[in-house]
C-alpha cells in the first residue's frame, strides 16, 4: 500500500489473475469444520464431493494421488460457513468451536 | 517516425457537407471498429449516415444501436476495453443521460471518440445550440475540442482517435459542433483519401485490453488507500494531451496544410479588447473585429478549440497583454461566481501583476442568435467597464430584459 | 475444441476454477458457488462483464482480484450494455485479424438488482439486438450489497430495510417481478432457471446458454444468509428449498416458445408449503404473528397459481 501513483498499473487494473489469494479470511472463522473419514464417500470410492463442489470458499481439498485419497480444509480461506457440514450426505463433517 | 508528404490536390475529395456528414465522413475513414449510438437531434445525422455506409458495405464497423444514451457510452467501454477503436454520438440529453459513464470511460481510460452537436438542456426542451451540455460534462475528465466548421470537425474527428489512443494520453475525447448552425450547415469540406487517413491513424494499438491469455481486472473497487493514486494518474494523463495534440497536429498539416491548434489567434497582436469565444461564435466574432478595426478600434479575437485540457499558459499569454478581455459563452453555472469560460480565464489569469479586464457576456442560450450586433453590444459594454475599471463578474446579453 | 463441461465430481476437479479463495463475500453466500458452477461450464475463452453489486465489490477489493479470467465492471446498470460492446468488439476484431481467437464466450453477470430493476432497460435492449451473449442474475432477492433494501426480485412477505415488517405492513406486499418469463417473451433462444444446490442441472444449462447462438439468459438463485438472517450452513438447503416451495421453479425456455419443466422441479408430486421456506428465515419471522395470516394465505394462494400455470406451459398435467 505504499506504491506511488506511477508504481500501479494504470485507472485500478489489476494485471496479476487471483491475486485474492493473498488476502486470508480465515480470521473471519468463528467454526471450523473437522472432517471424519471413515464414512467420507470421496475417500471410500472418490465420490461425492459435495462439500468441494458447494464451499463459496474455495477451501475444501480433495486430493488424489496414486489411488488413494486424502482430504483437508484450508483454513487459511474458510469462513467457517458449515455448508460443507450441512450437506454431506454421510455426516462426516462436524463444526467445531474455534 | 514514417516522412510524411502532403496529399497531392488531385487526391483530394471535395464535398458540400454538414458538420455532421462531414463527422461521418471523418468516421468511416477511421476505420472505427464499434460504433454504438442512439439517436438525438441535432446529431442524429451522423449516426444516420454512418449506419447508410454500414448499410452499403463501405465499413467494417459493428454499428450497436443501442436502446439508450446511457448504454451507448457502456458498450462503447466495454468495446474500447477489448482493444476496439471505438466511437459514439450525443447531444443534450442523451449526453446528460451518458453522464455516469463519461465518468467511467475516462477513469477507465478507454479512448473513446464522442461527437457531440452541441445543443441545450432541458427544460424546457430545446433542440437548438448552447455549450450546456459540454460544460456539463466538463469534468467528468474527456477532452474537449470545440470546433467552428465542418472542415475542422473533419479534421479534428480523425485527429481525435489518434490523440485519444495515444500512449501517453489514453482518454476519450469529445469532438463537439454548434448544433444546427454547423451540424445542419453545408460547408465546402475537403477530404483526404481512405489510404491517407489510414496510414495517419494507423491501427489502434491497446494497452492493458481484456484478454483471455492475460486475464485481468478492470474497474475494481478502490478505496481510501488506493483511490487517489489513480485519479493522479489520470489527471497527468490530461496534461499530457497539449503536447500530443501539437504533435498530432503538426502530422496532420503536413498531410493537408491545415491547422486549427488549441485555440485559434485573430488580430490578437495589438488588440485592446480580445473577444474569447468557442465554436461558430468565432467567425462572428472575427467578422465584428474586421469591421470595428476599420472604425480604429483594436479588437482581436482568440475563438478557443481545446478546453479540455485548458491551454492555460497558452491562454494567458494570448490575451494577457490585453486591455480587456470580452469573453462570450454559451453557457451558466447557476449560482458560480461567473460562468464556466470565464472561471477558466480569470483562473488563468489571476497569478499576471497587470492583468486584464475580464467581461463575461452569456449569450445564446437555447439557440438564440448571436448576431454581430450582440457583439458590438458587448464590445460597448466593455468599453464603459474599462472607463471605470470594473465589470460585473457576469451578465447575459441578447435576452429581454 | 471447445473443452468440455464439467458436470461430474471427476471433471471438476480437473477444471480450471475461475474464482480463487481470498475473495470477501459473506460467509456461506452462495454466489461465489454460483459463479464456481458457471466456470465449470466454460467451453474456452471467455469474458466476465459485471454489474456493480455485492459480487463485484466482493470480489475485487483493490489491490486483489478473486478472478482468473478476463473481467471487467463499469456500473450498476449496464452489465448488459458493456457486454454488447465487449462481443461485437471481439467479433469484428476477429474478422479484421486483430484477434486471436476464434471465439470468445461473452457473460454479463449482475444482481437481481442490477437485473430485475435498474439494468432491465439496458437487459431489454441487449436481447433485442440479439448479441451472442449470456446474461446471468445472481438473484438473492434484495439490494444486499448496499444493506438489504426491496428490488424486483423481493418475495411478498419478505423483510428488507425497505419493506419493513411492522404494525400495518408484513414485508413487501408486492409480487416478485417474473423476470425470466419477461425475458423469454424477448423470444431469445435460451432461458433457464438454475440454483446451486441442483449443480449438475445448473451446468448443464448454463453450457447450453453459452452454445446457443445469440443471447442466453440464466436466473440463479443465490441465498444471503446476511440478508435473509439464515443460518450460514443452510444457503445451499434454501436454494434447494426455493426449488421446492416453488418460489424458484427450474425450467428452461427454447426461442421463447418451448417451455420445458426440469427434472427437480418436474419430479415434485406437488409444492411444500411456503411456511416450510420462511421458518428458516429471520426475514420472515413476523410472518408468524396470526394477524398475517389472511396475507399468508393470499401469497400461497398465488404460488400455487403461478405454478399450475408453469406446469400448463410446460405441458404437465
Redesign the interface.
Same mark, same amino acid.
Given at each position: 500500500m505504499s506504491e506511488k501513483f506511477d508504481e @500501479?498499473p494504470m485507472a485500478?487494473n @489489476?494485471i496479476?489473475?487471483?491475486? $485474492?489469494?493473498?488476502?486470508?479470511?480465515g480470521g473471519?472463522?468463528a467454526q471450523r469444520p473437522v472432517h471424519n473419514p471413515e464414512n467420507c464417500l470421496w475417500i471410500k470410492n472418490?465420490?461425492?464431493?459435495r462439500c468441494? @463442489?458447494?464451499?463459496? /470458499?474455495?477451501?475444501v481439498r480433495?486430493v488424489?494421488k496414486d489411488n488413494s485419497r486424502s482430504y483437508e480444509y /484450508?483454513y /487459511?480461506?474458510c469462513?467457517?460457513?458449515?455448508?460443507c $457440514?450441512?450437506?454431506c450426505p454421510t455426516d462426516s463433517i462436524t463444526?467445531e468451536s474455534e | 517516425m514514417t516522412t510524411v508528404e502532403r496529399v497531392p490536390k488531385d487526391k483530394i475529395t471535395v464535398e458540400g457537407l454538414t458538420g455532421d456528414a462531414a463527422i461521418a465522413h471523418a468516421l468511416k475513414q477511421s476505420d472505427v471498429?464499434?460504433l454504438?449510438a442512439y439517436p438525438i437531434t441535432p446529431q442524429t445525422i451522423i449516426v444516420e449516415d454512418f449506419q447508410r455506409f454500414a448499410a452499403d458495405g463501405e465499413v467494417?464497423?459493428?454499428v450497436?444501436?443501442?436502446?439508450?444514451e446511457?448504454?451507448?457510452m457502456?458498450?462503447?467501454?466495454?468495446?474500447?476495453?477489448?482493444?476496439?477503436r471505438?466511437a459514439t454520438a450525443s447531444a443534450s440529453a442523451g449526453l446528460a443521460l451518458m453522464w455516469?459513464?463519461l465518468y467511467?470511460a475516462a477513469s &477507465?481510460r478507454m479512448p473513446i471518440v464522442f461527437t457531440v452537436a452541441n445543443r441545450a438542456l432541458s427544460a424546457p426542451i430545446n433542440i437548438h445550440n448552447d455549450h450546456s451540455d459540454g460544460m456539463g460534462m466538463r469534468d467528468s475528465g474527456f477532452i474537449q475540442l470545440y470546433c467552428q466548421s465542418s472542415q475542422e470537425a473533419y479534421d479534428t474527428t480523425l485527429m481525435a482517435f489518434k490523440l485519444a489512443e495515444d500512449h501517453d494520453v489514453l482518454l476519450p475525447v469529445m469532438v463537439g459542433i454548434d448544433g444546427f448552425i454547423v451540424s445542419h450547415n453545408v460547408e465546402r469540406v475537403e477530404m483526404l483519401p481512405d489510404e491517407a487517413v489510414q496510414k495517419f491513424l494507423g491501427?489502434r494499438v491497446p494497452v492493458q485490453p481484456?484478454?483471455?491469455?492475460?486475464?485481468?481486472? &478492470?474497474?475494481?473497487?478502490?478505496?481510501t488507500?488506493?483511490y487517489f493514486e489513480f485519479k493522479e494518474q489520470q489527471d497527468r494523463a490530461m496534461w499530457n494531451v497539449p503536447k500530443a495534440y501539437k504533435r498530432i497536429e503538426a502530422e496532420f498539416k503536413k498531410l493537408t496544410g491545415r491547422s486549427h491548434g488549441m485555440f485559434e489567434e485573430y488580430k490578437t497582436k495589438d488588440a485592446d479588447i480580445i473577444i474569447l469565444a468557442m465554436s461558430s461564435m468565432g467567425g462572428t466574432a472575427k467578422a465584428v473585429a474586421d469591421v470595428l478595426r476599420e472604425k480604429g478600434e483594436k479588437i482581436g479575437v482568440v475563438r478557443l478549440k481545446m478546453f479540455r485540457p485548458f491551454p492555460t499558459k497558452e491562454i494567458t499569454k494570448a490575451v494577457g497583454g490585453a486591455k480587456a478581455v470580452m469573453i462570450f459563452e454559451k453557457a451558466m453555472s447557476f449560482g458560480a461566481v461567473t460562468s464556466p469560460l470565464a472561471l477558466e480565464v480569470k483562473s488563468a489569469l489571476y497569478d499576471l501583476e497587470k492583468k486584464p479586464l475580464v467581461v463575461d457576456f452569456v449569450v445564446g442560450l437555447g439557440g438564440r442568435d448571436v448576431p454581430p450586433e450582440t457583439f458590438v453590444e458587448g464590445i460597448e459594454k466593455t468599453k464603459k467597464y474599462l472607463e471605470k475599471g470594473k465589470a460585473p463578474m457576469y451578465e447575459t446579453l441578447g435576452v429581454r430584459k | 475444441m471447445a473443452e468440455p463441461a464439467a458436470v461430474r465430481?471427476?471433471d471438476?476437479?480437473q477444471k480450471d476454477?475461475i474464482?480463487?479463495?481470498?475473495?470477501?463475500?459473506?460467509?456461506?453466500?452462495?454466489?461465489?458457488?454460483v459463479v !464456481?458452477?458457471m466456470g465449470m461450464a466454460l467451453r474456452?475463452?471467455?469474458?466476465v462483464?459485471e454489474a456493480t453489486g455485492c459480487l463485484?465489490?466482493a470480489?475485487?477489493?483493490?489491490?486483489?482480484?478473486?478472478? !482468473?479470467?478476463?473481467?471487467?465492471?463499469?456500473?450498476f446498470?449496464?452489465a448488459?450494455?458493456?457486454?454488447?460492446?465487449?462481443a461485437?468488439?471481439?467479433?469484428?476484431?476477429r474478422? !479484421?485479424g486483430?484477434s486471436?481467437?476464434e471465439h470468445?464466450d461473452v457473460i454479463a453477470v449482475g444482481g437481481d438488482g442490477g437485473t430485475f430493476d435498474i439494468g432491465f432497460?439496458?437487459l431489454?435492449?441487449?436481447l433485442?439486438?440479439g448479441h451472442d451473449m449470456v446474461y446471468m442474475v445472481y438473484d438473492n432477492g434484495a439490494y444486499q450489497n448496499t444493506g438489504i433494501q426491496r428490488s424486483g426480485a423481493t418475495l411478498p412477505g419478505q423483510e428488507t430495510t425497505t419493506s419493513w415488517a411492522g404494525k400495518v405492513e408484513p414485508g413487501k406486499r408486492q409480487r416478485k417481478k417474473p423476470l425470466a418469463e419477461i425475458v423469454a417473451a424477448h423470444k431469445i433462444p435460451y432461458v433457464a432457471t438454475v440454483d446451486?444446490y441442483h449443480?449438475r442441472d445448473f451446468v448443464q444449462k448454463f453450457r447450453r446458454a453459452l452454445e446457443v447462438e445469440g443471447p442466453a439468459f440464466i436466473h440463479a438463485y443465490s441465498p444471503c444468509?446476511r440478508g435473509w438472517r439464515s443460518?450460514?450452513? !443452510?444457503?445451499?438447503?434454501l436454494s434447494k428449498l426455493a426449488v421446492e416451495v416453488g418460489i424458484h421453479p427450474l425450467f428452461e425456455v427454447i426461442d421463447g416458445e418451448e417451455w420445458i419443466m426440469s427434472s427437480p422441479s418436474k419430479n415434485l408430486k406437488e409444492l411444500k408449503p411456503l411456511e416450510e421456506y420462511w421458518a428458516f428465515q429471520g426475514q420472515f419471522r413476523h410472518l408468524k404473528d396470526p394477524k398475517w395470516d389472511d396475507f399468508k394465505n393470499q401469497v400461497q394462494d398465488q404460488m400455487n397459481h403461478d405454478w399450475e400455470l408453469l406446469k400448463k406451459r410446460c405441458g404437465i398435467e
Open positions: @500501479i485500478g @489489476i496479476e489473475p487471483g491475486n $485474492a489469494m493473498k488476502y486470508k479470511t473471519w472463522r472418490g465420490t461425492c464431493g468441494w @463442489i458447494f464451499c463459496p /470458499d474455495m477451501s480433495l488424489e /484450508d /487459511d480461506y469462513k467457517g460457513c458449515g455448508i $457440514a450441512n450437506e463444526m | 471498429d464499434v454504438a467494417h464497423t459493428k450497436i444501436p443501442v436502446e439508450s446511457h448504454s451507448a457502456s458498450a462503447c467501454v466495454g468495446a474500447s476495453a477489448v482493444g476496439a471505438v455516469e459513464i467511467c &477507465m491501427v481484456l484478454d483471455p491469455k492475460n486475464p485481468i481486472t &478492470m474497474g475494481p473497487l478502490a478505496l488507500d488506493y | 465430481l471427476k471438476m476437479l476454477q474464482l480463487s479463495a481470498g475473495h470477501r463475500m459473506c460467509a456461506g453466500c452462495a454466489a461465489p458457488t !464456481k458452477l474456452g475463452p471467455t469474458i462483464c463485484e465489490v470480489t475485487t477489493i483493490y489491490p486483489f482480484t478473486a478472478w !482468473k479470467i478476463p473481467w471487467i465492471h463499469v456500473a446498470e449496464n448488459a450494455a458493456v457486454a454488447s460492446g465487449v461485437e468488439a471481439m467479433t469484428v476484431m474478422e !479484421k486483430r486471436e481467437y470468445v432497460g439496458a431489454s435492449g441487449a433485442e439486438r446451486p449443480y444468509p443460518d450460514t450452513s !443452510k444457503s445451499i438447503e
